[in-house]
């Protein structure tokens, strides 16, 4: 696989590294995306993170950034023994192993030896160029990442208007103005009514406030 080595390839494209418009937590910038392989479309190389260059291959090139290809691919949120080449060529990189396994019987006798295949880490090669790591599994990640991010900051949203509200009642928190509520007489409706919790969480908040409730007689219902 030595012709698929990294080799800057500038005086094919010049001028085509751009900016940092990305970049990790520490500020480290970045010149493509946190989590995902930049290729380009008609050449299929793949955009360094660090450097923003373009390369057939990131694996040899990254130690130039004091990275192995692991260490590259933990650093950006890349996925274990994700090709550090692009899908296409990952792909034919398979496609011939495959076939040069195929045809040679001395390549099937030496992958039979399995302990021997993982000692020379054979094993691992095949394995990740076989079955190419989709990137659609990366895309995915990204969006539960986000999707999970994006909830947490509504959660946080909610909390500090309820504890406004709360506040506005002459209430320090929830166990507080629950237990207030509660000794008045307060029905769970109107409780929810006035943190606007749904009835899920406001029986959670009221067991965790020592709150005794009737339980919701569909989960009486669901008791063996
Ligand atoms: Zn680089």
Not at 112 to 139: F, I
Not at 162 to 189: E, I, K, Q, V
């Amino acid at each position: 696989m030595t012709n698929t080595a990294a080799a800057p390839v500038s005086r094919f494209s010049p001028a085509r590294t751009h900016a940092h418009l990305w970049s990790l937590p520490d500020g480290t910038g970045l010149h493509a995306p946190y989590g995902q392989l930049v290729i380009e479309s008609g050449t299929g190389r793949v955009c360094c993170h660090l450097c923003g260059r373009w390369y057939v291959s990131l694996g040899g090139h990254v130690r130039r950034h004091g990275h192995t290809a692991e260490s590259y691919r933990e650093a950006l949120g890349l996925c274990r023994g994700r090709p550090l080449v692009a899908e296409t060529l990952s792909r034919s990189i398979a496609a011939r192993q495959r076939e040069a396994y195929r045809r040679s019987p001395e390549l099937r006798a030496y992958l039979a030896v399995g302990q021997e295949l993982c000692m020379t880490g054979q094993l691992a090669t095949l394995a990740a160029t076989a079955h190419t790591t989709s990137p659609s599994s990366e895309l995915t990640r990204l969006r539960r990442a986000s999707l999970d991010a994006g909830r947490a900051t509504r959660a946080a949203r909610r909390d500090r208007a309820l504890a406004a509200r709360l506040r506005d009642l002459g209430f320090n928190d929830l166990p507080g103005y629950l237990r207030h509520a509660h000794s008045t007489g307060a029905s769970l409706r109107s409780m929810a009514k006035t943190t606007r919790l749904g009835w899920t969480k406001l029986r959670r908040e009221l067991d965790a406030a020592g709150i005794a409730t009737r339980p919701a007689s569909r989960r009486v219902a669901l008791t063996p």
